[in-house]
């Protein structure tokens, strides 16, 4: 018999097939699957990649791309008589600025050049050294057991790499102390964060070390099936993690393995939204709780993972949890930052968990320019003045400090920034891609991004007069991380940089 709400969970996958939201496909979609059309329409039009068929040029407008000419390449571009759409961030941001062809297929960049520390086997991910294919931790985590497993991961005090740092034991013993038996086990490879291109680089270097670190997962909390969402713009990325899957396919085959496409959702990388959108929804957050180890995917309980905290499993496995806490250097682990902004080598850089925004850009080639201002991770974590550059960029110092670690996309801007524009790009990031459920999210993020543009056109700064209480609306009535957060450009930007919001003669 077919599990309920398995025709709805198609849906998505065939208006992409179809080529996107139209009358007919819509149509068809409808009468194939028993979903009504409604349904159809209103989940197809939250998604960006299918609510408008047709071609068009996608042009980053992440703050790196920005900040590298995006504006003006777009303006270029639509000169030239191509249809242009702006999107919130390609995952590019090493080489920006970046464009997205028309049939979604090859991401264009501005520049090659791209950083990444070289080979040293005794990284965990070793992003520059030989791809690690032998299963050998996962043949280890079999002979040990479950609890053996789960022990090292606890001793390791990994903590979750998408974003919120959870401890990920405490979800593993989660989900394997449930009732139910049915489980799954979900990587998280949606990497939407402006300034974010880490598990591209996983996925791209060492695919093996992730599809190890989920089977691994999965026999620990007796899981048998294993899901991956990945972004729908990341076509190279999935493709090598199906090549992977068929290299491996003797070693993991005990596990069932589906591969979920996003559509261009940057909301959907919060863990219940994704969810929702894997059920063939609108991907709009779950109420919490209950949470995924409990209430997930089909509501059984689901282990859900960011892409680099799976990839860090098999190293601890193999060398031990002790081994992995002690390679940090102010909290446990090492971390791939991402660098990019005015750094001379933009990219993905494997170092110890805690190192400061000097020691990063030393390796990411030196500071391009005078460094006033930096990003730490994304457009969540506001901004930081260059006076903060004795912070260790870890989980607890940047939240004392008010921003936070993120997914470590850490975006560095020099004097020629004008941070009031600066502030208003990432205040578009949130209108744009809150998903409207929340009226403080929904009304607030377009309230401040007009305020902030009224005030850039004007140069009134009344027009900031309410902002410090629409934040705070913001941050108490929301019901997930988007917008809570969301006003934290702007609050940042106007403690560190007042200079930036003083009255300004007209542009
Ligand atoms: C607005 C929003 C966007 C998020 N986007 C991502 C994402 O793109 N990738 C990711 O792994 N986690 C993302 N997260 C965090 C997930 O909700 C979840 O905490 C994570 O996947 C859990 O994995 P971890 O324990 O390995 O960190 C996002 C959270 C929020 C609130
Ligand atoms: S806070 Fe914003 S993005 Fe999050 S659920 Fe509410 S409306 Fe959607």
């Not at 670190?213 to 991956?228: H, N, S």
């Given at each position: 018999m077919q599990k309920k709400g398995a025709q709805r969970e198609r849906i998505l996958h065939l208006l992409e097939e179809e080529g996107g939201v139209t009358e007919d496909v819509?149509?068809?979609?409808?009468?194939?699957?028993?979903?009504?059309?409604?349904?159809?329409?209103?989940t197809g039009l939250f998604y960006t990649l299918v609510s408008k068929p047709g071609k068009r040029v996608r042009v980053c407008d992440g703050l790196s791309c920005r900040i590298k000419g995006s504006d003006e390449l777009f303006s270029k571009l639509r000169d030239a008589g191509k249809e242009c759409e702006p999107v919130s961030c390609l995952g590019q941001c090493d080489r920006a600025p970046a464009t997205l062809d028309e049939d979604l297929e090859q991401v264009c960049y501005g520049v090659e050049a791209r950083g990444i520390v070289p080979d040293d086997p005794e990284l965990p991910m070793n992003l520059g050294g030989p791809v690690r294919d032998s299963y050998s931790s996962l043949a280890k985590a079999r002979e040990t057991g479950s609890d053996a497993v789960i022990a090292e991961i606890e001793a390791a005090k990994l903590q979750g790499r998408g974003g919120a740092g959870f401890p990920a034991h405490i979800k593993w013993k989660g989900v394997r102390g449930q009732k139910e038996t049915e489980r799954y086990v979900i990587c998280n490879a949606d990497e939407a964060e402006p300034g974010t291109f880490k598990d591209r680089e996983i996925i791209l270097r060492q695919p093996h070390l992730l599809?190890?670190?989920?089977?691994?997962?999965?026999?620990?909390?007796?899981?048998?099936?294993?899901?991956?969402?990945?972004?729908?713009?990341?076509?190279?990325?999935?493709?090598?993690?199906?090549?992977?899957?068929?290299?491996?396919?003797?070693?993991?085959?005990?596990?069932?393995?589906?591969?979920?496409?996003?559509?261009?959702?940057?909301?959907?990388?919060?863990e219940t939204a994704l969810i929702e959108s894997m059920e063939g929804k609108r991907g709009m957050p779950r109420l919490k709780p209950p949470y995924p180890t409990e209430y997930g995917f089909r509501g059984k309980p689901t282990?859900?993972?960011?892409?680099?905290?799976?990839?860090?499993?098999?190293?601890?496995?193999?060398?031990?949890?002790?081994?992995?806490?002690?390679?940090?250097?102010?909290?446990?682990?090492?971390?791939?930052?991402?660098?990019?902004?005015?750094?001379?080598?933009?990219?993905?850089?494997?170092?110890?968990?805690?190192?400061?925004?000097?020691?990063?850009?030393?390796?990411?080639g030196g500071y391009d320019g005078?460094?006033?201002?930096?990003?730490?991770?994304?457009?969540?974590?506001?901004?930081?003045?260059?006076?903060?550059?004795?912070?260790?960029?870890?989980?607890?110092?940047?939240?004392?400090?008010?921003s936070m670690l993120g997914s470590a996309g850490l975006v560095v801007?020099?004097?020629?920034?004008?941070?009031?524009?600066?502030?208003?790009?990432?205040?578009?990031?949130?209108?744009?891609?809150?998903?409207?459920?929340?009226?403080?999210?929904?009304?607030?993020?377009?309230?401040?991004?007009?305020?902030?543009?009224?005030f850039i056109g004007e140069g009134d700064p009344d027009a900031l007069e309410f902002a410090e209480d629409v934040g705070w609306e913001m941050e108490e009535g929301s019901i997930c991380g988007l917008g809570m957060v969301a006003a934290k450009p702007l609050e940042s930007a106007m403690k560190y940089f007042p200079e930036a919001f003083g009255s300004r003669s007209k542009q």
């Open positions: 819509v149509r068809r979609i409808s009468l194939e699957t028993g979903v009504p059309e409604a349904d159809i329409w209103g599809l190890e670190g989920l089977a691994i997962a999965a026999y620990a909390v007796e899981a048998k099936d294993i899901c991956i969402y990945i972004r729908g713009e990341f076509t190279s990325e999935r493709r090598m993690i199906e090549k992977a899957l068929e290299a491996a396919s003797e070693k993991i085959s005990d596990f069932t393995w589906t591969i979920y496409n996003g559509h261009g959702a940057y909301i959907c990388g919060e282990l859900m993972h960011n892409v680099e905290t799976a990839a860090c499993v098999p190293a601890i496995v193999e060398r031990g949890g002790e081994w992995f806490k002690d390679l940090g250097k102010t909290e446990p682990g090492t971390k791939l930052y991402c660098v990019s902004g005015h750094v001379n080598k933009p990219g993905v850089f494997e170092l110890p968990l805690g190192v400061t925004l000097d020691e990063l850009v030393e390796v990411a005078e460094p006033v201002a930096f990003s730490p991770g994304g457009p969540s974590s506001g901004f930081l003045p260059i006076s903060r550059r004795d912070v260790p960029l870890d989980f607890g110092h940047l939240s004392k400090e008010g801007l020099n004097d020629s920034v004008d941070m009031a524009k600066a502030t208003g790009w990432q205040l578009d990031f949130f209108e744009r891609e809150s998903c409207g459920q929340c009226a403080p999210c929904r009304i607030g993020t377009r309230y401040l991004r007009r305020q902030v543009d009224s």
